[in-house]
Protein backbone atom coordinates (compact mmCIF):
# COMPACT_ATOMS: atom_id res chain seq x y z
CA UNK A 1 0.00 0.00 0.00
CA UNK A 2 3.03 2.69 1.06
CA UNK A 3 4.67 1.58 -2.38
CA UNK A 4 2.08 2.22 -4.29
CA UNK A 5 1.00 5.36 -2.82
CA UNK A 6 4.69 6.65 -3.25
CA UNK A 7 3.98 5.59 -7.43
CA UNK A 8 0.66 7.63 -7.31
CA UNK A 9 2.84 10.29 -5.48
CA UNK A 10 5.69 10.17 -8.42
CA UNK A 11 3.42 9.56 -11.46
CA UNK A 12 1.48 12.72 -10.36
CA UNK A 13 4.71 15.20 -10.18
CA UNK A 14 6.04 14.07 -13.42
CA UNK A 15 2.55 14.51 -15.36
CA UNK A 16 2.73 17.98 -13.19
CA UNK A 17 6.09 18.91 -14.64
CA UNK A 18 5.24 17.80 -18.31
CA UNK A 19 2.16 20.08 -18.04
CA UNK A 20 4.45 22.84 -16.98
CA UNK A 21 6.73 22.61 -19.51
CA UNK A 22 4.74 22.23 -22.20
CA UNK A 23 2.64 25.29 -21.06
CA UNK A 24 5.48 27.35 -20.53
CA UNK A 25 6.78 26.77 -24.02
CA UNK A 26 3.59 27.88 -25.82
CA UNK A 27 4.89 31.34 -27.27
CA UNK A 28 3.28 34.48 -28.67
CA UNK A 29 3.15 32.47 -32.40
CA UNK A 30 1.95 28.96 -31.36
CA UNK A 31 -0.98 30.27 -29.12
CA UNK A 32 -3.39 29.41 -31.95
CA UNK A 33 -1.93 25.97 -32.02
CA UNK A 34 -2.67 25.40 -28.54
CA UNK A 35 -6.08 26.78 -28.72
CA UNK A 36 -6.87 24.10 -31.12
CA UNK A 37 -4.46 21.13 -28.94
CA UNK A 38 -6.73 22.16 -25.91
CA UNK A 39 -9.99 21.99 -28.46
CA UNK A 40 -9.04 18.19 -29.60
CA UNK A 41 -8.34 17.13 -26.14
CA UNK A 42 -12.02 18.01 -25.39
CA UNK A 43 -13.19 15.84 -28.17
CA UNK A 44 -10.75 12.82 -26.77
CA UNK A 45 -12.57 13.48 -23.78
CA UNK A 46 -15.83 13.00 -25.22
CA UNK A 47 -15.08 10.02 -26.73
CA UNK A 48 -13.39 8.26 -24.13
CA UNK A 49 -16.55 9.52 -21.72
CA UNK A 50 -18.96 8.30 -24.41
CA UNK A 51 -17.46 4.99 -24.12
CA UNK A 52 -17.07 4.38 -20.40
CA UNK A 53 -19.22 7.14 -18.44
CA UNK A 54 -22.39 5.65 -18.56
CA UNK A 55 -22.22 3.15 -15.67
CA UNK A 56 -20.94 5.66 -13.40
CA UNK A 57 -23.47 8.37 -14.90
CA UNK A 58 -26.32 5.74 -14.01
CA UNK A 59 -25.04 6.24 -10.17
CA UNK A 60 -25.40 9.88 -10.08
CA UNK A 61 -28.72 10.97 -8.33
CA UNK A 62 -29.19 14.46 -9.77
CA UNK A 63 -28.40 12.78 -13.32
CA UNK A 64 -30.30 9.25 -13.29
CA UNK A 65 -33.57 10.63 -11.14
CA UNK A 66 -36.20 8.88 -13.55
CA UNK A 67 -38.47 6.20 -12.39
CA UNK A 68 -37.03 3.91 -14.79
CA UNK A 69 -33.30 4.00 -16.15
CA UNK A 70 -32.98 5.42 -19.92
CA UNK A 71 -30.83 2.95 -22.05
CA UNK A 72 -27.16 2.91 -22.00
CA UNK A 73 -27.17 5.76 -25.78
CA UNK A 74 -28.76 8.12 -23.38
CA UNK A 75 -25.91 8.25 -20.87
CA UNK A 76 -23.56 8.41 -23.48
CA UNK A 77 -25.15 10.89 -25.55
CA UNK A 78 -26.03 13.18 -22.29
CA UNK A 79 -21.20 12.81 -21.39
CA UNK A 80 -20.17 14.26 -24.58
CA UNK A 81 -23.35 16.92 -24.23
CA UNK A 82 -22.08 18.32 -20.66
CA UNK A 83 -18.27 17.93 -21.80
CA UNK A 84 -19.39 20.22 -24.80
CA UNK A 85 -21.10 22.41 -22.84
CA UNK A 86 -17.82 23.16 -20.28
CA UNK A 87 -15.72 23.47 -23.37
CA UNK A 88 -18.97 25.78 -25.02
CA UNK A 89 -18.26 27.88 -22.12
CA UNK A 90 -14.96 28.25 -21.72
CA UNK A 91 -14.39 29.69 -24.75
CA UNK A 92 -16.95 32.07 -24.92
CA UNK A 93 -15.57 33.70 -21.44
CA UNK A 94 -12.16 34.16 -23.30
CA UNK A 95 -14.58 35.36 -26.42
CA UNK A 96 -16.20 37.67 -24.26
CA UNK A 97 -13.04 39.16 -22.60
CA UNK A 98 -11.15 39.86 -25.55
CA UNK A 99 -13.95 42.09 -27.32
CA UNK A 100 -12.98 45.25 -28.15
CA UNK A 101 -9.04 44.21 -28.04
CA UNK A 102 -7.30 46.18 -31.04
CA UNK A 103 -3.32 46.53 -30.09
CA UNK A 104 -1.31 44.44 -27.92
CA UNK A 105 -0.75 47.49 -25.46
CA UNK A 106 -4.17 45.97 -23.95
CA UNK A 107 -3.81 43.86 -21.00
CA UNK A 108 -5.90 41.24 -22.58
CA UNK A 109 -3.61 40.45 -24.73
CA UNK A 110 -1.11 39.02 -22.73
CA UNK A 111 -3.90 36.96 -21.46
CA UNK A 112 -4.76 35.52 -24.66
CA UNK A 113 -1.41 34.27 -25.50
CA UNK A 114 -0.23 33.70 -22.21
CA UNK A 115 -1.81 32.68 -18.46
CA UNK A 116 -1.75 28.73 -19.72
CA UNK A 117 -1.46 26.78 -16.72
CA UNK A 118 -4.63 28.93 -15.00
CA UNK A 119 -6.62 28.21 -18.70
CA UNK A 120 -5.98 24.46 -18.62
CA UNK A 121 -7.16 24.45 -14.93
CA UNK A 122 -10.36 26.43 -15.44
CA UNK A 123 -10.99 24.48 -18.44
CA UNK A 124 -10.91 20.94 -16.24
CA UNK A 125 -13.00 22.96 -14.00
CA UNK A 126 -15.98 24.28 -16.08
CA UNK A 127 -15.52 20.51 -17.92
CA UNK A 128 -16.53 18.80 -13.93
CA UNK A 129 -19.10 21.19 -12.86
CA UNK A 130 -21.12 20.39 -15.74
CA UNK A 131 -21.72 16.99 -14.57
CA UNK A 132 -23.24 18.59 -11.43
CA UNK A 133 -26.06 20.35 -13.62
CA UNK A 134 -29.49 19.48 -13.94
CA UNK A 135 -30.34 17.62 -16.60
CA UNK A 136 -32.87 20.44 -17.79
CA UNK A 137 -29.71 22.67 -18.32
CA UNK A 138 -28.03 19.96 -20.81
CA UNK A 139 -31.29 19.33 -22.66
CA UNK A 140 -31.55 23.52 -23.40
CA UNK A 141 -28.01 23.38 -24.72
CA UNK A 142 -28.67 20.43 -26.59
CA UNK A 143 -31.52 22.37 -28.38
CA UNK A 144 -29.58 25.40 -29.09
CA UNK A 145 -26.55 23.30 -30.34
CA UNK A 146 -28.37 22.23 -33.50
CA UNK A 147 -28.63 26.40 -34.23
CA UNK A 148 -25.28 26.86 -33.32
CA UNK A 149 -23.91 23.92 -35.28
CA UNK A 150 -25.71 25.41 -38.37
CA UNK A 151 -24.39 28.78 -37.54
CA UNK A 152 -20.66 27.36 -37.56
CA UNK A 153 -21.40 25.07 -40.83
CA UNK A 154 -21.89 28.48 -42.38
CA UNK A 155 -19.27 29.95 -41.37
CA UNK A 156 -17.08 27.54 -42.82
CA UNK A 157 -18.94 27.87 -45.83
CA UNK A 158 -18.09 31.74 -45.82
CA UNK A 159 -14.45 30.95 -44.91
CA UNK A 160 -14.23 28.69 -47.64
CA UNK A 161 -15.57 31.07 -50.34
CA UNK A 162 -12.85 33.66 -49.07
CA UNK A 163 -10.21 31.17 -49.80
CA UNK A 164 -11.47 30.14 -53.22
CA UNK A 165 -11.42 33.41 -54.46
CA UNK A 166 -8.52 34.87 -53.11
CA UNK A 167 -6.30 31.60 -54.15
CA UNK A 168 -7.61 32.89 -57.87
CA UNK A 169 -7.11 36.56 -57.31
CA UNK A 170 -3.17 35.78 -56.09
CA UNK A 171 -2.64 33.12 -59.07
CA UNK A 172 -4.68 36.06 -61.72
CA UNK A 173 -2.59 38.72 -60.21
CA UNK A 174 1.04 37.15 -60.76
CA UNK A 175 -0.09 37.88 -65.08
CA UNK A 176 2.42 35.13 -66.35
CA UNK A 177 1.10 31.82 -68.78
CA UNK A 178 2.71 29.52 -66.05
CA UNK A 179 -0.18 30.50 -63.61
CA UNK A 180 -2.76 30.58 -65.93
CA UNK A 181 -2.12 27.30 -66.84
CA UNK A 182 -2.09 25.86 -63.42
CA UNK A 183 -5.60 27.82 -63.24
CA UNK A 184 -6.32 25.73 -65.87
CA UNK A 185 -5.37 22.40 -64.62
CA UNK A 186 -6.56 22.61 -61.61
CA UNK A 187 -10.21 23.53 -62.23
CA UNK A 188 -9.82 20.08 -65.38
CA UNK A 189 -8.53 18.14 -62.35
CA UNK A 190 -11.11 19.27 -60.14
CA UNK A 191 -14.23 19.09 -62.59
CA UNK A 192 -12.92 15.07 -63.40
CA UNK A 193 -12.72 14.49 -60.16
CA UNK A 194 -16.20 15.74 -59.55
CA UNK A 195 -18.06 13.60 -62.50
CA UNK A 196 -15.83 10.56 -61.28
CA UNK A 197 -16.84 10.96 -57.64
CA UNK A 198 -20.67 11.53 -58.83
CA UNK A 199 -20.43 8.00 -60.79
CA UNK A 200 -19.09 6.48 -57.83
CA UNK A 201 -22.25 8.10 -55.77
CA UNK A 202 -24.41 6.39 -58.14
CA UNK A 203 -22.86 3.05 -58.17
CA UNK A 204 -22.44 3.09 -54.14
CA UNK A 205 -25.36 4.47 -52.92
CA UNK A 206 -28.63 3.50 -56.20
CA UNK A 207 -28.15 -0.31 -56.17
CA UNK A 208 -30.16 -1.54 -58.89
CA UNK A 209 -33.33 -3.23 -57.33
CA UNK A 210 -34.02 -0.29 -54.48
CA UNK A 211 -35.92 2.46 -55.05
CA UNK A 212 -33.57 4.89 -54.34
CA UNK A 213 -35.21 8.13 -55.68
CA UNK A 214 -33.91 10.79 -53.04
CA UNK A 215 -30.14 9.81 -53.13
CA UNK A 216 -30.96 9.97 -57.13
CA UNK A 217 -32.17 13.65 -56.13
CA UNK A 218 -29.20 14.29 -54.02
CA UNK A 219 -26.73 13.31 -56.44
CA UNK A 220 -28.78 15.16 -59.63
CA UNK A 221 -29.24 18.42 -57.80
CA UNK A 222 -25.32 18.35 -56.69
CA UNK A 223 -24.29 17.81 -60.69
CA UNK A 224 -26.49 20.52 -61.79
CA UNK A 225 -25.20 22.72 -59.31
CA UNK A 226 -21.96 21.94 -60.97
CA UNK A 227 -22.70 23.02 -64.41
CA UNK A 228 -24.66 26.25 -62.77
CA UNK A 229 -21.08 26.82 -62.01
CA UNK A 230 -19.61 27.01 -64.87
CA UNK A 231 -22.30 28.57 -66.77
CA UNK A 232 -22.66 31.78 -64.79
CA UNK A 233 -19.05 31.97 -63.67
CA UNK A 234 -18.09 31.75 -68.26
CA UNK A 235 -21.18 34.22 -68.87
CA UNK A 236 -19.52 37.53 -70.17
CA UNK A 237 -21.56 39.54 -68.04
CA UNK A 238 -19.98 38.28 -65.03
CA UNK A 239 -16.48 37.71 -66.18
CA UNK A 240 -15.56 35.08 -63.66
CA UNK A 241 -12.85 32.47 -63.31
CA UNK A 242 -13.28 28.56 -63.49
CA UNK A 243 -11.33 28.59 -60.64
CA UNK A 244 -13.52 28.83 -57.88
CA UNK A 245 -16.32 27.39 -59.91
CA UNK A 246 -14.97 23.85 -59.88
CA UNK A 247 -13.55 23.54 -56.21
CA UNK A 248 -16.59 24.72 -55.13
CA UNK A 249 -18.13 21.74 -57.27
CA UNK A 250 -15.61 19.60 -55.95
CA UNK A 251 -16.90 20.37 -52.60
CA UNK A 252 -20.37 20.15 -52.99
CA UNK A 253 -20.02 16.28 -54.96
CA UNK A 254 -17.94 15.80 -51.01
CA UNK A 255 -20.53 17.03 -49.49
CA UNK A 256 -23.10 14.52 -51.01
CA UNK A 257 -20.98 11.89 -50.66
CA UNK A 258 -20.25 12.96 -46.58
CA UNK A 259 -24.60 13.16 -46.75
CA UNK A 260 -25.11 9.64 -48.01
CA UNK A 261 -22.53 8.14 -45.91
CA UNK A 262 -24.28 9.67 -43.03
CA UNK A 263 -27.67 7.37 -43.98
CA UNK A 264 -28.55 4.78 -41.49
CA UNK A 265 -26.82 1.18 -41.87
CA UNK A 266 -29.89 -0.37 -42.18
CA UNK A 267 -31.09 1.91 -45.08
CA UNK A 268 -31.27 -0.10 -48.06
CA UNK A 269 -30.04 2.54 -50.56
CA UNK A 270 -26.49 3.25 -48.77
CA UNK A 271 -24.18 0.74 -50.20
CA UNK A 272 -22.02 0.76 -47.39
CA UNK A 273 -24.76 -0.73 -44.82
CA UNK A 274 -22.93 -4.19 -45.77
CA UNK A 275 -19.82 -3.09 -43.77
CA UNK A 276 -21.54 -1.53 -41.02
CA UNK A 277 -20.15 -3.89 -37.84
CA UNK A 278 -17.00 -4.58 -39.74
CA UNK A 279 -15.58 -0.68 -39.64
CA UNK A 280 -17.57 0.66 -36.34
CA UNK A 281 -14.32 0.97 -34.67
CA UNK A 282 -12.56 2.48 -37.69
CA UNK A 283 -15.19 5.21 -38.90
CA UNK A 284 -15.16 6.44 -35.08
CA UNK A 285 -11.76 6.89 -35.13
CA UNK A 286 -11.62 8.67 -39.01
CA UNK A 287 -15.11 10.26 -37.82
CA UNK A 288 -13.41 12.34 -34.98
CA UNK A 289 -9.89 12.86 -36.59
CA UNK A 290 -11.80 14.15 -39.84
CA UNK A 291 -13.89 16.47 -36.76
CA UNK A 292 -11.12 17.73 -35.60
CA UNK A 293 -9.17 19.02 -39.22
CA UNK A 294 -12.06 20.48 -39.71
CA UNK A 295 -13.03 22.21 -36.95
CA UNK A 296 -8.79 23.12 -36.60
CA UNK A 297 -8.63 24.45 -39.90
CA UNK A 298 -12.05 26.30 -39.78
CA UNK A 299 -10.30 28.33 -36.49
CA UNK A 300 -6.80 28.60 -37.93
CA UNK A 301 -8.41 30.21 -41.52
CA UNK A 302 -10.87 32.67 -39.37
CA UNK A 303 -7.94 33.96 -37.02
CA UNK A 304 -6.04 34.53 -40.64
CA UNK A 305 -9.03 35.88 -42.78
CA UNK A 306 -8.90 39.25 -43.80
CA UNK A 307 -12.48 39.72 -44.49
CA UNK A 308 -13.94 38.44 -41.36
CA UNK A 309 -12.18 38.74 -38.37
CA UNK A 310 -8.87 41.76 -39.12
CA UNK A 311 -10.43 44.25 -36.65
CA UNK A 312 -9.73 48.56 -37.72
CA UNK A 313 -6.27 49.61 -37.13
CA UNK A 314 -4.63 46.32 -37.59
CA UNK A 315 -2.23 45.70 -39.95
CA UNK A 316 -4.03 44.22 -42.68
CA UNK A 317 -6.75 47.17 -42.66
CA UNK A 318 -3.72 50.03 -42.13
CA UNK A 319 -3.16 51.63 -39.58
CA UNK A 320 -1.46 55.34 -39.13
CA UNK A 321 1.75 56.70 -37.68
CA UNK A 322 2.15 58.07 -34.38
CA UNK A 323 1.26 62.14 -34.06
CA UNK A 324 5.06 62.47 -32.14
CA UNK A 325 7.65 60.60 -32.64
CA UNK A 326 9.79 59.47 -29.19
CA UNK A 327 13.57 60.67 -28.86
CA UNK A 328 14.99 57.49 -26.96
CA UNK A 329 15.46 55.01 -29.77
CA UNK A 330 15.07 52.37 -27.07
CA UNK A 331 11.92 53.42 -26.00
CA UNK A 332 10.46 54.23 -29.28
CA UNK A 333 11.14 50.11 -30.34
CA UNK A 334 9.66 49.38 -26.97
CA UNK A 335 6.13 51.51 -27.22
CA UNK A 336 6.33 51.26 -30.82
CA UNK A 337 5.83 46.90 -30.26
CA UNK A 338 3.65 47.06 -27.23
CA UNK A 339 1.30 49.70 -29.81
CA UNK A 340 1.48 47.43 -32.53
CA UNK A 341 -2.43 46.49 -33.53
CA UNK A 342 -3.34 42.57 -33.64
CA UNK A 343 -3.74 40.84 -36.57
CA UNK A 344 -7.05 39.26 -36.12
CA UNK A 345 -10.28 39.06 -33.99
CA UNK A 346 -9.58 37.37 -30.82
CA UNK A 347 -12.75 37.54 -29.58
CA UNK A 348 -14.49 35.89 -32.65
CA UNK A 349 -11.62 33.65 -33.08
CA UNK A 350 -12.80 32.10 -29.56
CA UNK A 351 -16.22 32.52 -30.81
CA UNK A 352 -15.20 29.88 -33.75
CA UNK A 353 -14.40 27.32 -31.02
CA UNK A 354 -17.67 27.69 -28.90
CA UNK A 355 -19.84 26.84 -32.38
CA UNK A 356 -17.29 24.48 -32.91
CA UNK A 357 -18.11 22.96 -29.42
CA UNK A 358 -21.57 22.43 -30.45
CA UNK A 359 -21.13 21.14 -33.80
CA UNK A 360 -18.62 18.36 -32.31
CA UNK A 361 -20.92 17.53 -29.34
CA UNK A 362 -23.11 16.65 -32.99
CA UNK A 363 -21.59 15.07 -35.03
CA UNK A 364 -20.20 12.67 -31.55
CA UNK A 365 -24.42 12.48 -30.82
CA UNK A 366 -25.86 11.60 -34.03
CA UNK A 367 -27.17 15.14 -33.83
CA UNK A 368 -28.76 14.00 -30.53
CA UNK A 369 -31.05 11.19 -32.51
CA UNK A 370 -29.25 8.53 -34.37
CA UNK A 371 -27.03 7.05 -31.37
CA UNK A 372 -29.88 4.04 -30.76
CA UNK A 373 -30.59 3.73 -34.44
CA UNK A 374 -26.81 3.74 -35.38
CA UNK A 375 -24.91 1.94 -32.16
CA UNK A 376 -20.91 3.54 -31.86
CA UNK A 377 -20.56 5.03 -35.53
CA UNK A 378 -20.05 8.94 -34.99
CA UNK A 379 -22.15 11.41 -37.39
CA UNK A 380 -24.87 8.21 -38.81
CA UNK A 381 -28.47 9.19 -38.85
CA UNK A 382 -30.70 11.21 -40.81
CA UNK A 383 -30.26 14.36 -39.00
CA UNK A 384 -26.73 14.47 -39.76
CA UNK A 385 -28.07 13.66 -43.87
CA UNK A 386 -29.92 16.51 -43.80
CA UNK A 387 -27.53 18.59 -42.12
CA UNK A 388 -24.86 17.91 -45.29
CA UNK A 389 -27.47 18.28 -47.80
CA UNK A 390 -28.92 21.90 -46.62
CA UNK A 391 -24.57 22.73 -46.10
CA UNK A 392 -24.22 21.75 -50.03
CA UNK A 393 -27.35 24.04 -51.01
CA UNK A 394 -26.52 26.84 -48.79
CA UNK A 395 -22.57 26.35 -50.61
CA UNK A 396 -23.99 26.86 -54.05
CA UNK A 397 -26.46 29.53 -52.88
CA UNK A 398 -23.70 31.46 -51.47
CA UNK A 399 -21.19 30.79 -54.47
CA UNK A 400 -24.23 31.67 -56.71
CA UNK A 401 -24.75 34.94 -55.00
CA UNK A 402 -21.36 36.21 -54.79
CA UNK A 403 -21.03 35.85 -59.10
CA UNK A 404 -24.35 37.46 -59.76
CA UNK A 405 -24.49 40.68 -56.61
CA UNK A 406 -22.38 43.10 -58.35
CA UNK A 407 -24.36 42.49 -61.85
CA UNK A 408 -28.02 43.05 -59.81
CA UNK A 409 -26.55 45.74 -57.40
CA UNK A 410 -24.10 47.85 -59.87
CA UNK A 411 -24.09 50.47 -57.20
CA UNK A 412 -22.96 48.26 -54.35
CA UNK A 413 -19.73 47.70 -53.12
CA UNK A 414 -19.09 43.42 -52.95
Known sequence: MWAASCLASCCAACACDACRTVVSGISRRSARIAY??????????????REVAA???????????????????????????????????????LAVIMVGVKNQKDPRDSLHHGGWMMKVISWCI?????????????????????????????????????????????WVGFDEQFWYIALFVVSLVCYVGTFVF?????????????????????IVMTLIFAFLFAIVALHPAVNGSILPSSVLSLYCIYLCYSALASEPR????????????????????????????????????????TTLLSPPGSPRAGSGKPLLPLDNKAEEKEEKEKSKPVSYSY????????LASMYSAMLLTGWSTSVGESGKLVDVGWPSVWVRIVTGWATAALFLWSLLAPILFPDREF
Open 126 to 170: LVILMFFLPNEIISFYESISKFGSGLFLLVQVVLLLDFVHGWNDK
Open 55 to 93: PLMEKLPWINHFHQTPNREWFETDAVLRVSLGNFLFFTI
Open 36 to 49: CGLFALSLMVSWIL
Open 198 to 218: SGFLFYWFTPSGQDCGLNTFF
Open 347 to 354: SFFHLIFS
Open 266 to 305: EYECNGLHKHSKAVSTGTLTLGLITTVLSVVYSAVRAGSS
